[in-house]
T-cell receptor, first 114, second 116 residues
Framework: KNQVEQSPQSLIILEGKNCTLQ??????????LRWYKQDTGRGPVSLTIMTFSENTKSNGRYTATLDADTKQSSLHITASQLSDSASYICVVIRWAGNNRKLIWGLGTSLAVNP | GAVVSQHPSWVICKSGTSVKIECRSL??????MFWYRQFPKQSLMLMAT?????????EQGVEKDKFLINHASLTLSTLTVTSAHPEDSSFYICSASPSGGSYEQYFGPGTRLTVT
């Protein structure tokens, strides 16, 4: 079954600290993996897009990793800021023939406290 | 670039009425637009895929006669919730893929619908 599981479900950290969010997937065939940030009451915003051959990709204070063998990805946030408080969603794109489908995780709710 | 807008951002309507939500790609043309629904603390659920000038493709379990989708131009798609019920209250998000073969999706800010 094509699934995306994220952990932890929620996380509280202090401003300035680092954190790592996890994503495990069983999606096949795999096309690419994306991390989105969704602020409360807003649409998702793309942070990173990773293809099968990419192991690490950074976007400012966000660094995503991908291990296609173990089907795991992580999102590392460095020097967290209050504005990082949001839901972080892992999405795996499944590509089979002409059918492209986004498999969404439930997200990790991150709260950054002062 | 790649900005998608939605209107309205929130709407309250009475049971039995219909409400229309607009999704616009502001600085690019979008052959394909997607409509999602998101309930509290849940992930986005794809409702339908609309291609400009053709009928929308609905996901299993989504009533096409209840959620009418029109994609009449390359920059505008509309979702009309007909005969709304309180259980239709949700956060509706659209996304748009640029024309020309790009598979990127740019998301709108969402529309909060409350049916009383």
């Amino acid at each position: 079954k094509n699934q995306v599981e994220q952990s932890p479900q929620s996380l509280i950290i202090l401003e300035g600290k680092n954190c790592t969010l996890q994503c495990n997937y069983t999606v096949s065939p795999f096309s690419n993996l994306r991390w989105y940030k969704q602020d409360t009451g807003r649409g998702p915003v793309s942070l990173t897009i990773m293809t099968f051959s990419e192991n690490t990709k950074s976007n400012g204070r966000y660094t995503a990793t991908l291990d296609a063998d173990t089907k795991q990805s992580s999102l590392h946030i460095t020097a967290s800021q209050l504005s990082d408080s949001a839901s972080y969603i892992c999405v795996v794109i499944r590509w089979a023939g002409n059918n492209r489908k986004l498999i969404w995780g439930l997200g990790t709710s991150l709260a950054v406290n002062p | 670039g790649a900005v998608v807008s939605q209107h309205p951002s929130w709407v309250i309507c009475k049971s039995g009425t219909s409400v229309k939500i607009e999704c616009r790609s502001l600085d690019f043309q979008a052959t394909t637009m997607f409509w999602y629904r998101q309930f509290p603390k849940q992930s986005l659920m794809l409702m339908a895929t609309s291609n400009e000038g053709s009928k929308a493709t609905y996901e299993q379990g989504v009533e096409k006669d209840k959620f009418l989708i029109n994609h009449a131009s390359l920059t505008l798609s509309t979702l009309t919730v007909t005969s709304a019920h309180p259980e239709d209250s949700s956060f509706y998000i659209c996304s748009a893929s640029p024309s020309g073969g790009s598979y990127e999706q740019y998301f709108g800010p969402g529309t909060r619908l409350t049916v009383t």
